[in-house]
């Protein structure tokens, strides 16, 4: 167990739905890394927030956004779902901005 | 660009060594990262790699880097049947400007045989 909490650990929704997923760091980490791991892209880096604030943006589409709150908790929203968005999303966290990351077990979004 | 390629499978007998390749562009990599993902669970952070070392051993895991040539390998010594699963190698380039974003490879999915 990594530490890193994800909720809901699946997801099935249909096309064109909003869809919010959460994320609980380990104990005293500030960053958070969101990635999207899918068949055909495998692991893509989506967007880092560290302590309250983003600090790097990867391939994330405009209708996914996230944020990081003050007790340091991360939400990826995702909105007008499309077929192609079906995929495992995994969030991290480490203890700075620059130092390894925990992974979490991720959220299987499946979109119908 | 930053590109991480591996091969796609490997199968080794059990008590056997492994080794899982995997090659990147971005020279400026700071660290390389293994990371094990079993069926149906989370990424696991095997161990890393700072790239001015050019080996690191942690229990039955030897990572080496060839940072010429821009490789690193995995060796897992004792191959057990628990080591099935498939291996991500991954680079970053740490730093404030940088964040902490990794870049991983397509994954090299590991059988091991009784």
């Known amino acids: 167990d990594s530490g890193v909490t994800q909720t809901p650990k699946h997801l099935i929704t249909a096309t064109g739905q909003r869809v919010t997923l959460r994320c609980s760091p380990r104990?005293?980490?500030?960053?958070v890394y969101w990635y999207q791991q899918s068949l055909d892209q495998g692991l893509q880096f989506l967007i880092q927030?560290?302590?309250?604030?983003?600090?790097a943006k990867g391939n994330i589409l405009e209708r996914f956004s996230a944020q990081q709150f003050p007790d340091l908790h991360s939400e990826l929203n995702l909105s007008s779902l499309e077929l192609g968005d079906s995929a495992l999303y995994f969030c991290?966290?480490?203890?700075?901005?620059?130092?390894?990351?925990?992974f979490g077990q991720g959220t299987r979004l499946t979109v119908v | 660009g930053e590109d991480v390629e591996q091969s796609l499978f490997l199968s080794v007998r059990e008590g056997d060594s492994s080794v899982i390749n995997c090659t990147y562009t971005?020279?400026?990599?700071?660290?390389l990262y293994w990371y094990k993902q079993e069926p149906g669970a989370g990424l696991q952070l095997l161990t890393y790699?700072?790239?001015?070392?050019d080996m690191k051993q942690d229990q039955r895991l030897t990572v080496l880097l060839n940072k010429k040539d821009k490789h690193l390998s995995l060796r897992i010594a004792d191959t057990q049947t628990g080591d099935s699963a498939i291996y991500f190698c991954?680079?970053?380039?740490?730093?404030?400007?940088?964040?902490?974003?990794?870049?991983f490879g397509g994954g090299t999915r590991v059988l091991v045989k009784p």
């Open positions: 991290a966290s480490s203890v700075l901005g620059d130092t390894e990351a925990f």
């Open positions: 104990s005293g980490d500030l960053s």
């Open positions: 927030y560290y302590n309250g604030e983003e600090r």
């Open positions: 971005d020279s400026s990599s700071t660290y």
């Open positions: 790699i700072f790239s001015n070392m």
């Open positions: 991954a680079e970053t380039r740490r730093g404030k400007a940088a964040g902490n974003k990794l870049t």
